[in-house]
């Protein structure tokens, strides 16, 4: 619905990203369930999705910039498998929005504090597991 109802309409900038980020939500939260064939194929998707959105341009503290860093994050380490790609692009989502977030007004501060701190506690847990793979099984 997404790509033929929106998509494929004039569609840029805040609002492309905000719908392809969308897509690939979707295609993750179908991979975290799927097997074999299809599997590959929701991963292929999820991921040419989130590098679209990825590659649209928006300012660093974007709440839709800053979601899609942490649900492309997500996408890496819980589907992929690759922890690195996922601490990767959460720290440099987050070191650019840093790098950035006094130059906000309020409420855009406060959009966007709530997805950083999203990061910080991903990137805190998935540090943690890479130098205890065994805490996981010590719950």
């Not at 939500?25 to 179908?30: G, L, S, T």
């Not at 799927?34 to 649209?56: F, M, P, S, T």
């Not at 690759?82 to 070191?95: F, P, S, T, V």
């Not at 409420?107 to 997805?115: E, G, L, Q, T, W």
Request: charged share 35%; hydrophobic share 35%; aromatic share 8%.
């Amino acid at each position: 619905m997404i790509q033929k109802q929106v998509l494929a309409k004039s569609c840029e900038g805040e609002p492309k990203a905000f719908f392809v980020k969308m897509k690939g939500d979707y295609y993750r939260y179908v991979a975290e369930n799927a097997k074999g064939d299809n599997l590959e194929r929701v991963k292929q998707e999820a991921l040419k999705a989130y590098d679209e959105a990825n590659n649209i341009t928006l300012p660093p503290c974007n709440p839709i910039k800053l979601g899609l860093a942490l649900n492309f994050s997500v996408f890496h380490y819980e589907v992929m498998k690759n922890h690195k790609a996922a601490c990767d692009l959460a720290d440099q989502a987050l070191q650019d929005a840093l790098d950035k977030i006094d130059e906000l007004e309020e409420d855009d501060f406060r959009d966007a504090k709530s997805i950083i701190e999203l990061l910080k506690e991903n990137l805190t847990l998935w540090r943690e597991e890479e130098e205890d793979p065994n805490q996981i099984d010590d719950l």
